[in-house]
């Protein structure tokens, strides 16, 4: 499995926002207003992985007090943090065209609650999405010493 790239995971973003904004245009005076439990539900999910990213390093790399981890373990690991950081991309862009949208209408009350709402989601899922490339980067297998010897 190659690392994610993040210049595809803000290309996302970006193609995810503009056709956000322009579904909206039509649709937005009848659609219900946005859910304030995306925010708790992707820091909470951004945690997760910080912590696990954390762990696992340490397991890896054989810190005191740790077991060595399963490989497969890492390796369920990296793939729920290659996809976390697609979904959070994805649900970034949703979230911020939202927000681009509900940007010009802010003199009203609930364009402005959506914006609100919008916009914390989105900076959620920016979290998530950082989260997820560091457990990535803490699922990779150290270079071996011997091997940087040998060089």
């Given at each position: 499995m190659k690392p994610t790239r993040p210049a595809v995971l803000v290309g996302l973003i970006i193609v995810f926002?503009?056709?956000?904004?322009?579904?909206?245009?039509p649709l937005y005076s009848s659609l219900p207003t946005v859910?304030?439990?995306a925010i708790p539900?992707?820091?909470l999910l951004?945690?997760?992985e910080v912590y696990s990213g954390w762990m696992t390093k340490a397991r890896i790399e054989r810190r005191g007090g740790t077991?060595?981890?399963?490989?497969l373990a890492v390796a369920r690991l990296a793939a729920l943090a290659k996809a976390?950081?697609?979904?959070?991309a994805v649900f970034g862009g949703v979230f911020a065209g939202f927000a681009l949208y509900t940007a010009a209408l802010l003199e009203q009350s609930v364009p402005q609650r959506?914006?609100?709402?919008?916009a914390g989601s989105f900076a959620g899922c920016v979290?998530?999405?950082?989260?997820?490339l560091y457990l990535e980067y803490c699922c990779r297998v150290p270079k071996d010493s011997s091997e940087e010897d040998n060089r």
């Open positions: 926002a503009i056709i956000t904004w322009a579904f909206l245009k859910p304030w439990t539900t992707v820091l951004a945690i997760g077991e060595p981890i399963e490989p976390s950081a697609y979904g959070g959506d914006f609100l709402i919008a979290v998530l999405v950082c989260a997820a």
